[in-house]
């Protein structure tokens, strides 16, 4: 399968651990995003990368969230002291060029419950 | 303030039907819209792109439409099928601009038999 893969599908934590989610993206993409989806709400932008440089971080990636794309292949996104209100789907995508052109392929997702 | 609202929130058809999906914004400016269908606990998956010059754009038995002059969209589900619900996703783009998409909040499709 040459898709988005994020691993692990599905991540249940107890408050103050923390957790790392992986993304591998379509081999010849140099962009990566992260999304984090709340139940009945669209996608929310986290952060985004072109190769390997992390060009913008939203204000929701609070200082416990750091993610990292080394040698622009795969992505980690790391969520340290987990809270409750952390519980949420964590999608990845991928594109080859910006949105004026570039078709964005999304992963499965992540779900982290945090208990 | 760059939004996307979509309507309804949730709609419940019976398998066969025909229904059809609202979506405004007030993105600018405006690069493209898409429609993404989103199933349950999955990823969301990319059904049109639009860009301001096109009208409509159809995949199959999913029809969107595009006027950029009242800055609506809206995608027509012809013949429904069990499969087809899910929650159905309108994205914005803004021209030139990095990482800017707006996302809708989606409507939730339900398909009875």
Redesign the interface.
């Known amino acids: 399968d040459t898709g988005v893969s994020q691993n692990p599908r599905h991540k249940i934590t107890k408050r103050g651990q923390n957790v790392t989610f992986r993304c591998d993206p379509i081999s010849e993409h140099n962009r990566l995003y992260w999304y984090r989806q709340t139940l009945g709400q669209g996608p929310e932008f986290l952060t985004y990368f072109q190769n390997e440089a992390q060009l913008e971080k939203s204000r929701l990636l609070s200082d416990r969230f750091s993610a990292e794309r080394p040698k622009g292949s795969f992505s980690t996104l790391e969520i340290q002291r987990t809270e409750q209100g952390d519980s949420a789907m964590y999608l990845c995508a991928s594109s080859l060029g910006g949105f004026s052109t570039g078709e964005l392929f999304f992963g499965e997702g992540s779900r982290l419950t945090v208990l | 303030k760059n939004q996307?609202e979509q309507s309804p929130q949730s709609l419940i058809i019976l398998e066969g039907k025909n229904c059809t999906l609202q979506c405004n914004y007030t993105v600018s400016p405006f690069?493209?819209l898409?429609w993404?269908k989103q199933d349950t606990?999955?990823?969301?998956?990319?059904l049109t792109?639009m860009t301001f010059s096109e009208n409509t754009k159809s995949n199959g038995r999913y029809t969107a439409t595009l006027d950029a002059d009242t800055k609506q969209s809206s995608l027509h589900i012809t013949a429904s099928q069990l499969s087809d619900s899910a929650s159905y996703?309108c994205?914005v783009?803004?021209?030139?601009?990095?990482?800017?998409?707006t996302?809708?909040?989606?409507t939730?499709l339900m398909v009875k038999p």
């Open positions: 996307v690069s493209n898409r993404y606990g999955r990823g969301p998956v990319s792109i996703i994205v783009s803004v021209n030139n601009a990095g990482n800017m998409l996302f809708g909040g989606g939730r």
